[in-house]
């Protein structure tokens, strides 16, 4: 990790800029946790049950600004710096910061993807499970620090992206909300109507009828590719995981059955997995493949869209959750008559058409801001990596952001 030094950097341990914090803490502090995703947090903000010990006359002080990490889970990344006064279990290293440390910076530091690899290969244990790095162990790390007002303004710079990141996540999360109920009033009460009727599954418009699934498409079911039938070559196959946008394919080198061939727009529906995740209908990018059990593909019968049906199934998924079976509450599997017995309002083809076109632009909208939120985390992925190793210091970085 050493190499030439830019100019007013230091090589330095982390045993030089992170002193040890031993002291026992008052036991009428706050209870700070640490997690992978938001750092050092107040115990009582985590959604869990409270299994920190009764006795904490062995817990340590945390103050703001110190660096707190799991000793057992740094090979992980898990660590964050502190912003609130309080104790945590001695499972943890609480690590002081020097003056000449910044805060913000040794936080970004920290998450840096080859320090947590040297984190990882200075843990000691059998297997992974078992990894602790120890302080005395973390100190020995050799790092490239630049001077106290680089630092900061490396800082400044890593959180406005932050803050670019946090505003596009934000319009994203905020035009899902809007598809969602966009799309369940136009699945429901459609496009223009005034009169409606009750039904067995609540107010629908004048005109429109209620089927169940099974009139609106056929299923059919994956085949069941066992590990002889697996290739390095051939067609891939196209199993749960891959629905996720996983690119790990195992490949068929046989001559596959017309009904087992998925193409680019296909529209399929995991009948196991996780809730919310894997659950569910997906229109299939590509590439042409083979489909695996657990998965069904869904033809339309002829004067039913095929978007519209997607959107329509996607809105009761979570009725055909309901009906789902498994060893665990989140890993879920249905039979087949379970979704095709599901009873749904149906509009005319024309209006079904209608209602896929609205429902594709407000998709477009959230596809664009969910690239700008990729390329704003790929950028600043890059630009962390250059200035925290100096490869690009920090005038560099401000003429590269205005242009």
Not at 248 to 259: A, E, Q, R, V
């Amino acid at each position: 990790m050493l190499r030439e030094v830019p100019e007013g950097w230091r090589r330095l341990k982390f045993g030089d800029i992170f002193r040890q914090r031993v002291e026992r803490g008052r036991q009428d502090l706050p209870l700070l946790s640490v997690t992978g995703e938001n750092g050092v947090v107040l115990r009582d903000d985590l959604d869990r049950r409270d299994t920190s010990s009764a006795d904490k006359s062995r817990y340590l002080t945390v103050m703001p600004g110190d660096l707190v990490y799991n000793t057992m889970r740094m090979w992980q990344g898990v660590s964050g710096i502190s912003s609130h006064e309080g104790i945590t279990s001695p499972a943890y290293t609480v690590c002081e910061p020097v003056p000449e440390l910044d805060s913000r910076f040794a936080g970004y530091l920290l998450k840096m993807p080859m320090l947590v690899a040297e984190f990882h290969s200075r843990s000691q244990g059998i297997v992974n499970d078992t990894l602790s790095l120890k302080y005395p162990k973390f100190a020995e790390i050799l790092l490239l620090f630049p001077p106290l007002h680089e630092q900061r303004r490396i800082a400044e710079i890593l959180s406005s992206a932050d803050d670019s990141i946090a505003a596009t996540r934000a319009v994203i999360e905020q035009t899902r909300k809007v598809r969602l109920g966009v799309l369940e009033r136009l699945l429901t009460r459609g496009i223009g109507h005034t009169r409606f009727k009750q039904t067995e599954i609540g107010e629908i418009p004048e005109g429109w009828d209620v089927k169940p699934v099974d009139e609106l498409c056929v299923l059919s079911n994956g085949n069941g590719f066992r590990p002889p039938d697996w290739s390095d070559t051939g067609l891939p196959i196209i199993r749960i995981q891959n629905l996720n946008g996983s690119q790990n394919f195992n490949y068929f080198n046989g001559t596959p059955l017309d009904k087992w061939l998925i193409h680019p727009g296909d529209l399929l529906f995991a009948w196991a997995g996780v809730r919310g995740v894997s659950f569910g209908p997906t229109i299939w990018p590509g590439p042409l493949g083979v489909l695996n059990q657990h998965i069904f593909k869904i033809s339309c019968r002829e004067q039913f869209d095929k978007l519209w049906l997607f959107h329509m199934m996607k809105l009761i998924t979570s009725r055909i959750e309901a009906k789902a079976h498994g060893f665990k509450d989140s890993l879920l599997h249905v039979h087949k008559k379970e979704i095709t017995g599901q009873l749904v309002p149906v509009p005319s083809y024309a209006e079904q058409v209608q209602i896929s076109a609205i429902m594709g632009e407000i998709l477009l909208t959230e596809d664009l801001a969910a690239a700008s939120h990729q390329r704003l985390v790929a950028t600043k992925s890059a630009l962390m990596s250059d200035l925290i190793t100096g490869r690009k210091r920090v005038a560099d970085a401000l003429l590269m952001a205005a242009e």
